[in-house]
Each structure stands twice: as C-alpha cells, then as structure tokens.
C-alpha cells in the first residue's frame, strides 16, 4: 500500500495529512449519505469533521482521537503545568538562517473566471481602492502594557490562538470538500484576534511571527493574518478596517488546496511550473468561495486577490502596479512575505527575524512593497523583532519582548543574567537607556549551534 506521508492531503477522498502539522491521519472525507463525525488530530488538535478509513494502517490510528477521547500526546499534569519560561521557548521564532533563497522573477497569470473578470473590471475603471476609515482608530482603543508579558494572558493567549488554528485549518479542509461552512466561523477568529490585540498588541504580534513546522498553508494564512492586523492598527486603520483585512488573510491560501499535485513536505525547492500552478491559487480560492462571496467586504475579496501582487508590477496574478493595489493588499503583502521568510519549509530554514526585516527593507528600495506599510512593520515589531533575541553591548543576551515605536532599533528587553537565557532576569527599556544598546541579533540560545 503506498504510503500515506507522501500523498497529498486530499487524494480519492482520504485525509492523508493534517492541513496544519503534516502529522499522517488515517480519515477519509464523508461520501454522499454519510455523516462525519468530530476528530482531532492528536498532535495539534486540528479538528476534522471525517470517518475512520478503516483501509489505513493500524498504528495510524493514534495519530488522531474522537471528540471526548484523551489524546495519546496529552500531557501529564506535571507536564500540563510548566513554567512561563518553558511555554515562551515554544511560542518565539526559531528561525536560524541569515539568508534566503534568491527571489523568483514576477508570474502572470492568464486564468481567470467571472469573479476576477469583475474585480479586473473595477480595477480598469478606476474604482477606489483606498480605505476610508470612518470609525475610531483602533489603536487609540489599546493602552499597550510596558512590563514582562503576564503569565495568566500568555496562557490565555496561547489557547485562544490554537482553538482560532484549529478553526482555520477546518475551514481549509471543509471547504474544497464541498462541505457547508458557516463564515462566521472566521469572524470569530478575527474577532478574538483583534480584542487580543487590544489587551497586549506586543505579545499579539510576537505569536503571528512564531510559526511551526509544517504550518503550510492553513495555520500560515492565520499568522499572516495576526501580523496584517498589528500592522492595519499601527497605520490608524479602524476596527472595520482591520476584520476586512484580517478576513482576507485568513481565506487567500484556501486556493492551495486546489494545487493537489504540489507536495509542500517533500523537501525539494519548487521549479518554474510548480510556481505557475501557485500563481492561479487566488483564482481558486475565490473560485471555492463562490456561494460566499457576497458575504464577503470588498476590501477582504480585494485582500485575497492581490495579495502576491508587487509595488512594481513584478508580482502575480496581474503584474498589477502600486496604484492598482489595493491599500490591504499592500499590507497584506508585507506580512505574508514576513511570515513566510521566518518560517521553515522542508527545502530551506526559517530566518531570524531581523535579517527578514533587512531583506524586506531592501525590497522597498527596490520597489517590490510599500514604504509606508514597511515603517508601520517596524513601528510595530521594531527592527529587533518582538519574541527574537539579541545581544547587548554590555555582554548580556536578552530578549525583545516590547517594541518601542519610532525607535525602531532600541525595544524593550528582558536581558538575561546567564548566557543560555536563564538565571535571573532585568526588564530593560532601551529607549530610556544612553550607555546600553543592540549590539546584534541572534537565534535563541535553544538553536544556537
């Protein structure tokens, strides 16, 4: 029987992989006059609505659990009750690379289908593409805490961002099975993102730039969403606003699962054709999304459609310029290439945080984003990004845990007394700091070789 970790994760039916952590799953989709019934992928809790395939290798079967049924990965309580020092290793970036691979040359698209024609359409007749807030910024509704990250709202945090990825990752398995989805569904997690945001917009941002392995595409579009947000709210933008663009992000790479003959886990650097099948995925994610789309803000549709696109037509699926994108998408585009740089794929290692932020700096210069949504990056995770780590001038090793605004290079850190991060621990504002400064950035003292 051919194996199922190197079949993609719908194949005649079967769910051979979890759309969050890869984890192999012996499920198959409900056929016509079945029901599913809940399941949970017993490493990351991703829920499915599926039937046991009964054809599938036994020892599968512990790699997921029915609702109710005690995973075989639940921790003990001792385990269950580790300290906050433990659960922020597991929630910071641990991208090693300093660099990237090169950048691929723009792709242009020639499918189309009746909703793109009309969003072409609107395009070439000059309709407005920038937001008009009319509501209250939302950041002037944050009153950003200024001390170390409390151990009660991390742990709050944590589990209303696994609970919003498990949505997220049934919507994508949902959806291009035919099956009814409920959008509100969606909007509850932009909803919970944005009162998180509210109550500590740092460690809210430090999340969305801590991406798992195997996180491709379904928990990805969650944290692009999460570091779309933080950056909408920087900029001034409203809490309209920022669900229109938070929607879009979480809905743009639904389109992927449409591409079944891409395998993102098998290692090897995608080519040229590869690239021209995921140059079509924002013509199919709109495609699955047919029935919903009048549900849909026009600045989410727009979000989903333009994101790849590039300042200075070198983006997919258009070519368009900077002043045929919309003003959502310019952020969107931002923080997906944000995301996707620190992330690890299974041909090349995440990046540390700080030289992503260099690579995308360079690409301003070279016209590929938007200045403005770059500064407001910068503002909001400062160039040391939040949850990533530094060395101090004074020798110490800390980590950045609060951005500083315009002070882009002088955040809030918690430097360390030991130099493998323990020991005891000083709060440190550097923007209040003349002797003391960032000296460089590192990886985390748990990855450096």
């Known amino acids: 029987m051919e194996s199922l970790a190197t079949k993609p994760t719908r194949l005649a039916g079967r769910l051979s992989q979890c759309v969050v952590c890869s984890s192999?799953?012996?499920?198959?989709?409900?056929?016509?006059?079945?029901?599913?019934?809940?399941?949970?992928?017993a490493q990351c809790e991703t829920r499915y609505l599926a039937l046991l395939d009964e054809d599938c290798p036994?020892?599968?079967?512990?790699?997921?659990?029915?609702?109710?049924?005690?995973?075989?990965y639940a921790q003990t309580p001792g385990e269950a009750a580790q300290d906050l020092q433990a659960l922020g290793r597991k929630y910071e970036p641990q991208g090693n690379s300093k660099i990237a691979l090169p950048a691929r040359d723009g792709i242009l698209c020639p499918l189309e289908n009746s909703f793109t024609r009309q969003l072409d359409r609107d395009i070439g007749e000059g309709v407005e593409l920038q937001v008009r807030t009319l509501g209250r910024p939302f950041i002037e509704l944050v009153q950003k805490p200024r001390d170390v990250f409390?151990?009660?709202?991390?742990?709050?945090?944590?589990?209303?961002?696994?609970?919003?990825?498990?949505?997220?990752?049934d919507f994508f398995q949902q959806v291009p099975a035919g099956n009814n989805v409920n959008l509100g569904d969606l909007e509850s997690v932009a909803q919970q993102g944005l009162m998180h945001a509210a109550e500590?917009?740092?460690?809210?941002a430090a999340l969305g730039i801590t991406v798992p392995n195997g996180a491709f595409p379904g928990r990805h579009s969650m944290h692009v969403a999460m570091v779309a947000m933080s950056i909408g709210a920087t900029m001034g933008y409203d809490t309209l606003a920022l669900m229109e663009l938070s929607l879009g992000?979480?809905?743009h790479d639904l389109g992927m699962m449409r591409i079944d003959r891409i395998n993102?886990?098998?290692?090897?650097?995608?080519?040229s054709s590869?690239?021209?099948?995921?140059?079509?995925?924002?013509?199919?994610?709109?495609?699955?999304?047919?029935?919903?789309?009048?549900?849909?803000?026009?600045?989410?549709?727009m979000v989903a459609y333009q994101m790849h696109e590039r300042s200075n037509g070198s983006g997919y699926p258009r070519g368009r310029h900077s002043d045929q994108i919309h003003d959502l998408a310019k952020i969107s585009a931002v923080a997906d290439v944000f995301v996707a740089l620190t992330s690890e794929r299974p041909h090349r290692p995440g990046m540390m945080p700080y030289y992503a932020l260099e690579r995308i700096l360079r690409g301003v210069k070279d016209g590929l984003y938007d200045g403005a949504v770059v500064r407001a990056l910068l503002k909001t995770v400062s160039l040391f990004p939040v949850g990533s780590y530094v060395t101090l001038t004074d020798g110490r090793i800390a980590k950045v845990i609060r951005a500083n605004?315009?002070?882009?290079?002088?955040?809030?850190?918690?430097?360390?007394?030991?130099p493998d991060g323990s020991g005891s621990q000083t709060l440190v504002d550097l923007s209040k700091e003349d002797a003391i400064s960032v000296q460089a950035a590192i990886s985390p003292p748990s990855v450096r070789g």
């Open 24 to 41: 192999p799953l012996p499920l198959r989709l409900p056929q016509e006059g079945e029901t599913g019934s809940p399941w949970h992928c």
């Open 58 to 72: 036994p020892e599968l079967r512990q790699n997921v659990r029915q609702e109710g049924e005690i995973s075989p």
């Open 150 to 169: 409390s151990e009660q709202v991390v742990r709050k945090f944590v589990d209303t961002f696994e609970r919003s990825s498990a949505q997220v990752g």
């Open 200 to 204: 500590d917009p740092d460690l809210f």
């Open 249 to 251: 992000c979480l809905i």
């Open 264 to 271: 993102y886990h098998d290692g090897r650097v995608l080519g």
């Open 274 to 301: 590869d690239f021209r099948e995921i140059a079509k995925h924002p013509m199919y994610t709109l495609e699955l999304l047919k029935h919903h789309l009048d549900q849909l803000p026009y600045g989410t549709r």
């Open 405 to 418: 605004g315009e002070q882009y290079a002088r955040p809030v850190v918690l430097a360390f007394e030991k």
